[in-house]
């Protein structure tokens, strides 16, 4: 378990992988995982202007 | 698998769609190295422990170009190849490209200014849609009605910083239902078809329209392999709307989303990817 960074609502890993996006539950923010052990997350990247598809 | 084989995932953030890959991939007892676009550099010599294929899933369309080209560079094969990855994500070279290859696509004039680009739309005529050249899920696309709306518009163009918005894609507006197609081809395959509904005049899923299975009609079929065969093939989202003179491709994505075209039609799109994928890395 770890917080969010934006609410600081517990967020918990369940069946996440490094580097995915996740919204957190409480605030709806967008998440990174960061690490798996020990279970970290981040404020997802921002969007850029030539992202897509 | 386990004759040292790698699969290389090249990417941004890990969406459902990379998970889904990556699931994909352990299901097959594909090997996968992941690539995060942010952390790797690449030097002049090809380096060591390469995968024997690279598939791109990067978000960003800058990094594409450069790590696409890199690898071509190094002789590791790469899902889209580089010259895809530029055409398919850029929106004025794939419409030269449409053209070229005469497939039925809107009404595009293209200008390097905010003068030419009025004069380009009031060539084409109201409603237009204007759209940057680069970047996707209908970002900073305006539909554009009169002539205040335009100078509106060009004005606030004119003062984005970056050199991208000097280009200036005016298209049609094309008088469609409210939805419009999606085709995801791989290879030579169309994978699944889809409707993207909205009330929205832009249907992309990243803005929340719905998504239903469409048949993939002989017609569609051709148009989209047609289309994704002119950028050059891979791994491809051909878009199309039906215009009142029938099926037109507005724009072929090169590193596209799939969740949404997953759930609506039950196609294994992952699993078609990493399959070509690791046939373009054992070729």
Same mark, same amino acid.
């Given at each position: 378990?770890?917080?969010?960074?934006?609410? %600081?609502?517990?967020?918990?890993?369940?069946?996440?992988?490094?580097?995915?996006?996740?919204?957190?539950? $409480?605030? &709806?923010?967008?998440? %990174?995982?960061?690490?798996?052990?020990?279970?970290?997350?981040?404020?997802?990247?921002?969007?850029?202007? $030539?992202? &897509?598809? | 698998?386990?004759?040292?084989?790698?699969?290389?995932?090249?990417?941004?953030?890990?969406?459902?769609?990379?998970?889904?890959?990556?699931?994909?991939?352990?299901?097959?007892?594909?090997?996968?190295?992941?690539?995060?676009?942010?952390?790797?550099?690449?030097?002049?010599?090809?380096?060591?422990?390469?995968?024997?294929?690279?598939?791109?899933?990067?978000?960003?369309?800058?990094?594409?170009?450069?790590?696409?080209?890199?690898?071509?560079?190094?002789?590791?094969?790469?899902?889209?190849?580089?010259?895809?990855?530029?055409?398919?994500?850029?929106?004025?070279?794939?419409?030269?490209?449409?053209?070229?290859?005469?497939?039925?696509?809107?009404?595009?004039?293209?200008?390097?200014?905010?003068?030419?680009?009025?004069?380009?739309?009031?060539?084409?005529?109201?409603?237009?849609?204007?759209?940057?050249?680069?970047?996707?899920?209908?970002?900073?696309?305006?539909?554009?009605?009169?002539?205040?709306?335009?100078?509106?518009?060009?004005?606030?163009?004119?003062?984005?910083?970056?050199?991208?918005?000097?280009?200036?894609?005016?298209?049609?507006?094309?008088?469609?239902?409210?939805?419009?197609?999606?085709?995801?081809?791989?290879?030579?395959?169309?994978?699944?078809?889809?409707?993207?509904?909205?009330?929205?005049?832009?249907?992309?899923?990243?803005?929340?329209?719905?998504?239903?299975?469409?048949?993939?009609?002989?017609?569609?079929?051709?148009?989209?392999?047609?289309?994704?065969?002119?950028?050059?093939?891979?791994?491809?989202?051909?878009?199309?709307?039906?215009?009142?003179?029938?099926?037109?491709?507005?724009?072929?994505?090169?590193?596209?989303?799939?969740?949404?075209?997953?759930?609506?039609?039950?196609?294994?799109?992952?699993?078609?990817?990493?399959?070509?994928?690791?046939?373009?890395?054992?070729?």
């Amino acid at each position: 378990m770890t917080l969010c960074p934006e609410c %600081e609502a517990a967020v918990v890993n369940h069946d996440l992988i490094a580097g995915e996006i996740f919204p957190c539950v $409480d605030c &709806g923010t967008d998440l %990174e995982v960061t690490t798996l052990e020990p279970f970290a997350v981040q404020t997802a990247p921002k969007e850029a202007e $030539d992202w &897509g598809e | 698998m386990s004759d040292g084989f790698t699969l290389g995932v090249f990417c941004t953030i890990v969406r459902p769609e990379e998970k889904a890959i990556l699931a994909a991939a352990e299901a097959r007892g594909v090997a996968v190295q992941r690539i995060d676009d942010g952390e790797t550099t690449f030097g002049l010599t090809k380096p060591e422990g390469l995968p024997d294929v690279v598939l791109n899933r990067s978000v960003s369309h800058t990094r594409s170009l450069y790590a696409t080209r890199c690898y071509a560079h190094y002789g590791v094969p790469t899902v889209n190849t580089p010259e895809v990855t530029e055409l398919a994500g850029d929106k004025v070279l794939t419409s030269l490209r449409l053209a070229e290859r005469g497939i039925p696509t809107p009404r595009t004039v293209v200008a390097l200014s905010p003068e030419a680009a009025m004069r380009a739309i009031e060539t084409i005529g109201y409603p237009v849609v204007l759209k940057p050249a680069v970047g996707s899920w209908g970002r900073l696309m305006a539909k554009v009605d009169d002539r205040e709306e335009a100078e509106q518009i060009l004005e606030h163009k004119a003062a984005l910083t970056s050199p991208i918005h000097s280009v200036i894609y005016v298209q049609e507006y094309v008088r469609k239902p409210d939805r419009d197609l999606r085709v995801f081809v791989v290879g030579d395959q169309p994978v699944a078809a889809m409707y993207r509904h909205s009330s929205d005049w832009r249907t992309n899923a990243a803005r929340g329209a719905t998504t239903e299975s469409a048949a993939l009609t002989p017609e569609l079929r051709d148009l989209a392999l047609r289309a994704a065969a002119a950028v050059g093939g891979g791994v491809l989202a051909v878009d199309l709307m039906e215009s009142p003179e029938g099926l037109v491709v507005h724009e072929v994505n090169p590193t596209p989303e799939f969740k949404a075209l997953a759930g609506a039609t039950g196609a294994d799109v992952a699993g078609a990817i990493v399959d070509y994928a690791v046939g373009v890395g054992r070729r």
